[in-house]
Nanobody, 130 residues
Framework: VQLQASGGGLVQAGGSLSLSCAASSLTFGNYDVGWFRQAPGTERRFVAAIDMSAPDRSDVNKVYGSSVEGRFTISRDNGRNTVHLQMSNLKPEDTAVYYC???????????????????WGQGTQVTVSS
């Protein structure tokens, strides 16, 4: 199983970036997907998560960390087995390595907890300059 995170880079404060998480050898429909981030010297923190079940549903269950609510949007493309994280109005404190992770769909209630996730991508660096 591989999760490939991509899309990181350097952006000025107030700018936008879009991250993607693509999976191979794993069907996202059986797993939900979370994004976490980790800045140097800090613990890995929850950013957002999305329920990947019922691909035809439009009212998808999503949750966000309080520090990104209203600025970040998570979305899914079940057909491409990909999850996107659109980040807007970025702030210097958003600087971190961003990781996507997959958690069994039966554990949705634990999606905010990094230790509960089953698979992890390699991370992509996001740097926001002031």
């Amino acid at each position: 199983v591989q999760l490939q995170a991509s899309g990181g880079g350097l952006v000025q404060a107030g700018g936008s970036l879009s991250l993607s998480c693509a999976a191979s050898s794993l069907t996202f429909g059986n797993y939900d997907v979370g994004w976490f981030r980790q800045a140097p010297g800090t613990e890995r923190r929850f950013v957002a998560a999305i329920d990947m079940s019922a691909p035809d549903r439009s009212d998808v269950n999503k949750v966000y960390g309080s520090s990104v609510e209203g600025r970040f949007t998570i979305s899914r493309d079940n057909g491409r087995n990909t999850v996107h994280l659109q980040m807007s109005n970025l702030k210097p404190e958003d600087t971190a390595v961003y990781y996507c992770a997959a958690i069994s769909a039966t554990k949705w209630r634990y999606v905010r907890f990094s230790a509960k996730h089953d698979y992890w991508g390699q991370g992509t660096q996001v740097t926001v300059s002031s």
